[in-house]
């Protein structure tokens, strides 16, 4: 991650090589030094050589949970600015990331200037418009699941138990996609 003093390094970790590739030269025309990561070993490798300023996070990293890596460059330090990326969006998802350090929770696609935007982003914002419709049964069931996944450590088996509900068949839940709102 070679840099000259005036451009911001930026850590960009996503198993999807294609996306990374794109994502990461619409960053670099935007004045960012780019250092680009598929798992996260080799990601806290490029953390630890160069601490970046900001860093984009995938939720899901391969079998990789994107959220450990939060914690884990909050520990290196504590100013770099998070944005968790994510096509498997929930509630309990966005929560952790932010608790873990994560500035801001995207959700894909998301196109650099909304990543960059985000990454800027210091409040909350409170005109952020709220749905008159609550969620369907079947997302609320996919946010539970997602709930008790993340109160077991991403542990399946420990969920699945929790659940009362038979491991194959959370894991076939979880594998789907979220439910639309």
């Not at 003093?5 to 996503?14: A, C, E, I, N, S």
Request: with cysteine; hydrophobic share 40%.
């Amino acid at each position: 991650m070679e840099t000259s003093t005036d451009t911001p390094r930026l850590l960009l970790v996503d198993d999807d090589q294609t996306f990374c590739m794109v994502l990461s030269q619409a960053l670099k025309k935007r004045n960012f030094d780019v250092a680009v990561a598929y798992d996260i070993a080799s990601s806290l490798a490029l953390a630890e050589e160069k601490t970046p300023e900001y860093a984009v996070i995938d939720l899901r990293i391969g079998l990789e949970s994107g959220l450990e890596l939060v914690k884990k460059l909050i520990e290196i330090d504590n100013n770099t600015r998070i944005v968790m990326l994510t096509g498997f969006a929930s509630i309990a998802t966005a929560v952790e990331a932010i608790k873990l350090g994560a500035t801001q929770y995207l959700t894909k696609p998301a196109n650099a200037d909304e990543i960059i935007n985000a990454l800027n982003k210091n409040d909350g914002d409170s005109s952020t418009v709220i749905k008159d419709n609550p969620l369907s049964v079947k997302r609320l069931e996919w946010e539970h699941l997602q709930k008790v996944l993340m109160e077991n450590n991403g542990n399946i088996s420990a969920a699945a138990r929790a659940l009362n509900m038979h491991r194959r068949t959370l894991q076939r839940k979880l594998d789907k996609r979220p439910v639309k709102e």
